[in-house]
């Protein structure tokens, strides 16, 4: 049974940084890609970030562009979130997913097959 594990949330004022993790478990994943979602109160969960876990490529949604940076440790099965110069906009909880085969919706939460449980991020402005 796969099992997606985050961690690394927490609170920080607008300008900090956090890094979340995203651990796998249950099995090894070496193709597919993971991806990292967001839902503020109120609001659809979005797209944040996504990677490939064959070559590495990164996918970023403008709003993060520049700003976060998803990466992977294959030899860990664990995928991290890199968030820099937070804005209070940021504030919501943050999934990891992962899905077993890659795709061109890597955006869409409907192209996933695991989830974890999520993580808050409050960024206090």
């Known amino acids: 049974q796969v099992q997606l594990v985050e961690s690394g949330g927490g609170l920080v004022e607008a300008g900090g940084s956090l890094t979340l993790s995203c651990a796998a478990s249950g099995r090894t994943f070496t193709s597919g890609h993971m991806g990292w979602f967001r839902q503020a109160p109120g609001k659809e969960r979005e797209f944040v970030a996504a990677?490939?876990?064959?070559?590495?490529?990164?996918y970023y949604a403008n709003s993060v562009k520049g700003r976060f940076t998803v990466s992977r440790d294959n030899a860990k099965n664990t995928v991290y979130l890199q968030m820099n110069n937070l804005k209070p906009e940021d504030t919501a909880v943050y999934y990891c997913?992962?899905?077993?085969?890659?795709?061109?919706?890597?955006?869409?939460?409907?192209?996933?097959?695991?989830w974890g449980q999520g993580t808050q991020v409050t960024v206090s402005s």
């Open positions: 990677i490939r876990w064959s070559g590495g490529r990164t």
């Open positions: 997913a992962a899905a077993d085969y890659y795709s061109l919706a890597y955006s869409n939460s409907r192209s996933y097959d695991y």
